[in-house]
């Protein structure tokens, strides 16, 4: 009998397993909670999350309707804002004008403005003056141009035509570029561009800017054909931004996504202080980045946000230290780590060091005060990452497992001492920005695009886009005028290279 009773587990020993189960189950429960509120506390200020992420909540494109248990989904939100359909039905047709379309035809005008007459000096076989020879008839051309709003101005070139004593029928030649009998001219085609490719106002919205100030009848389909000119006369001035950028000292280097014919693609941004190049590809990882011909070859020193593929290139890395203050901001936010605080006051501290030395003429921090801040940048990381190693450790035993997930603020932690180098090095290089955000605000050109215009129809769009912007934004950095230098490439007959050829 006593053998009997002592085999039972008692009240107590019941209890206390209990109470071992509970707090196994209590120290699960705040794991996962504190793991969901740190994803809905993630925005563009203390994450790596884009500023798009931070606006209305994106409808959710799968037919299937969500359940409340949907990871990191907030259903309250979720019943505000409901999944939109569309009553709208895709159809075969290709884009553009359809049959029946009512065009619009540039028609010639009886009383131009203005008359340009191409005369002839010699035959073009026997060089016999043909100065005392009458013309035989006038072959006329007319360019259009938007001149005050609501009235174009109408040129009209006419060339003579001679018959010379030898037989032989010559005809003066026109300007470059007037090649049919009705045209716009290149004032109005540049314009055209202009409003396109860098305000980004769709094609029907600038034919309606010139029927509505200009009194043209200019269509969209007419944009079109400009922008795609102007792309085919920039061919050798995209690879002499490419050619420069190889060459270029430091370089930064993002990817953005964009769409694509409903797909997402992937625009892939180099730049420097005096050049820029998109490049658009199905590929986010290397594939798309070694078909800009660059990072291959590329040996100077490249500025990014440790996305991984980058680390393939035989390069020198830099990290941005812009992504790294938004983290640690993450860190202090959910955590309230004051390490993580500590850290952020110090690298800002050593940037505005370096830039106030950088005004004096100094080409890097002074060595001791560097060590220094070296010094001081290792005792936080390493006090950090052995209190968010201790919690780790407590949490382990709580939950009674083997081992736990890391925290984010321990693997960031951990980044940061083991790339303490690439995070550091713009203290000794003041030519080494702080962070990468000269490549974030190129991006952020690509991304206007998008949501004013929507998304390219093809990748010939796409390609469009980006060897007009990376010419764009090279001559912006240039200090060229925007108008001018897309007047420069309409006019660009010959595919000269338009920058650094001098």
């Known amino acids: 009998m006593g053998s009997e009773t002592s085999s039972t587990p008692s009240s107590y020993q019941l209890l206390a397993e209990e109470v071992v189960q509970l707090r196994m189950k209590v120290a699960y429960l705040e794991e996962r909670c504190r793991e969901l509120e740190g994803m809905v506390s993630k925005n563009s200020q203390n994450s790596s999350k884009p500023p798009s992420s931070d606006g209305y909540q994106k409808p959710n494109k799968s037919d299937s309707p969500q359940d409340d248990s949907t990871n ?36 010639s005008v009886d009383n131009p403005d203005y008359v340009v ?12 003056s043909l100065l005392d020879v009458e013309p035989l008839k006038h072959i006329e051309r007319q360019v259009f141009e938007r001149g005050k709003p609501g009235c174009p101005e109408v ?14 029928h010559n005809q003066a030649a026109f300007p470059e570029g007037v090649t049919a ?31 509505t100030v200009h009194n043209m009848s200019l269509s969209a389909g007419s944009v079109a054909n400009f922008v795609a000119a102007t792309y085919e006369n920039l ?8 050619d420069a950028l190889k060459e270029t000292p430091v370089a930064g280097s993002d990817e953005t996504g964009m769409r694509v014919d409903g797909d997402l693609w992937w625009l892939h941004i180099l730049r420097d202080d005096q050049w820029t190049l998109y490049h658009l590809a199905q590929k986010r990882g290397c594939e798309g980045m070694d078909a800009m011909g660059i990072l291959l070859t590329f040996t100077g020193v490249l500025v990014h946000d440790h996305w991984k593929p980058y680390f393939t290139y035989a390069a020198v890395h830099v990290l941005c230290n812009a992504h790294h203050l938004r983290e640690l901001q993450g860190v202090v936010d959910r955590d309230a780590n004051q390490l993580a605080l500590r850290l952020m006051k110090l690298l800002r501290l050593s940037w ?26 290792d005792r936080i990381l390493k006090r950090a990452l052995a209190k968010e190693a201790a919690y780790m450790e407590m949490q382990r035993q709580e939950l009674g497992r083997k081992k736990v997930k890391r925290t984010k603020a321990y693997n960031l932690f951990k980044r940061l001492i083991d790339y303490k180098e690439e995070t550091l090095r713009f203290m000794t290089d003041f030519t080494i920005p702080f962070d990468n955000n000269g ?64």
């Open 439 to 502: 490549s974030e605000r190129d991006a952020r050109m690509a991304k206007l695009k998008q949501k004013i215009s929507g998304c390219f129809r093809n990748d010939d769009g796409g390609s469009m886009f980006t060897r007009i912007r990376s010419y764009v934004s090279s001559a912006k950095k240039q200090g060229k005028n925007i108008f001018h230098s897309i007047y420069r490439a309409v006019e660009n007959y010959g595919n000269l290279p338009l920058l650094g050829a001098e």
């Open 117 to 128: 007459y191409h005369t002839l000096l010699e035959c073009h076989d026997y060089h016999t």
């Open 352 to 377: 505005h060091y370096c830039k106030g030395f950088n005004t004096i003429g100094m080409l890097q921090m002074p060595s001791v005060l560097q060590e220094r801040i070296e010094d001081i940048y």
């Open 181 to 211: 009998a009705v045209q716009y001219g290149p004032s109005t085609r540049a314009m055209a561009v202009y409003l396109n490719q860098y305000h980004f106002i769709p094609y029907k919205r600038v034919s309606e800017y010139f029927h």
């Open 72 to 107: 990191g989904k907030n259903s309250d939100s979720q019943q505000e804002s409901p999944t939109p359909k569309s009553l709208r039905q895709s159809s075969d047709n290709k884009a553009g004008g359809q049959k029946g379309h009512k065009g619009n035809c540039l028609k």
């Open 235 to 242: 061919a050798s001035t995209e690879q002499v931004i490419k």
């Open 155 to 168: 040129t009209a070139h006419r060339a003579e035509v001679k018959v010379c004593s030898c037989g032989h």
